[in-house]
Nanobody, 125 residues
Framework: VQLQASGGGLVQAGGSLRLSCAASGRTASSYAMGWFRQAPAKEREFVAA????????YYSDPMKGRFTISIDNAKKTVYLQTDSLEPEDTAVYYCASTSNPIRPAWRREGVYELWGQGTQVTVSS
């Protein structure tokens, strides 16, 4: 299985971007998909995660209300709609796959077995 993230770019503060992560190959062992981000000189942080059935969306508190995660099982693609972007949202955004069914665990990088290559989001002020 491979994960391919896309949709990043340069946007002004207040703008929006829709990130995509397409999974190729067999995904039967994957229970949920997550998004993380890593800003320059900072640790990678959890953004949101969702099950392949589309329920159980789980967000990091700072992202609630501005970011929305969704999934298209038929296309094997997970999306992250990012709205009201701020310069502090500038980061490389990564998608990842986990077989762990426990929602609180999705915050931890270590439960994800597979990672995409990341897509850069830059928000100008």
């Amino acid at each position: 299985v491979q994960l391919q993230a896309s949709g990043g770019g340069l946007v002004q503060a207040g703008g929006s971007l829709r990130l995509s992560c397409a999974a190729s190959g067999r995904t039967a062992s994957s229970y949920a998909m997550g998004w993380f981000r890593q800003a320059p000189a900072k640790e990678r942080e959890f953004v949101a995660a969702i099950t392949w059935s589309g329920d159980g969306a789980y967000y990091s508190d700072p992202m609630k209300g501005r970011f929305t995660i969704s999934i298209d099982n038929a296309k094997k693609t997970v999306y992250l709609q990012t709205d009201s972007l701020e310069p502090e949202d500038t980061a490389v955004y990564y998608c990842a796959s986990t077989s762990n069914p426990i929602r609180p665990a999705w915050r931890r990088e270590g439960v994800y077995e597979l990672w995409g290559q990341g897509t850069q989001v830059t928000v100008s002020s």
